[in-house]
């Protein structure tokens, strides 16, 4: 397992924006297949955002066109950056890393988890 740590949560109205961090060893973002997941309340965790090697996999179709995840290997940080949020999006995001393949809708198989970050978003 990997030690990764994610902040920049939040709290903002409907429409509003919020750019999520997750630090990890430079080896880790190079390599390894990076995501972001959301637990909403009362739901299972589900994927959010997944990249690997520089190159972005998969979006979650709710979120396709209003989130973008990046990566900034000098600063050892993988980002997402949610625009338009809707109330939908309120939950604990975490950041997750993985060995190749990314196996993008099996949520119990990544096996290095950050604390997560609440985001709340109001109407």
């Known amino acids: 397992q990997v030690q990764l740590m994610e902040s920049g949560g939040g709290s903002v109205q409907a429409g509003g924006s919020l750019k999520l961090s997750c630090t990890a060893p430079?080896?880790?973002?190079?390599?390894?297949?990076m995501g972001w997941f959301r637990e909403a309340p009362g739901k299972e965790r589900e994927g959010v955002a997944v990249?690997?090697?520089?190159?972005?996999?998969w979006y979650n179709y709710s979120e396709k066109g209003r989130f973008t995840i990046s990566e900034a290997n000098a600063e050892n940080t993988m980002y997402l950056q949610m625009d338009n949020l809707q109330p939908g999006n309120t939950g604990v995001h975490f950041c997750?890393?993985?060995?190749?393949?990314?196996?993008?809708?099996?949520?119990?198989?990544?096996?290095?988890w950050g604390q997560g970050t609440q985001v709340t978003v109001s109407s």
């Open positions: 430079q080896y880790i973002l190079k390599g390894a297949c």
């Open positions: 990249r690997t090697g520089g190159i972005i996999v």
């Open positions: 997750a890393a993985e060995p190749p393949p990314c196996r993008v809708g099996e949520t119990t198989a990544w096996d290095s």
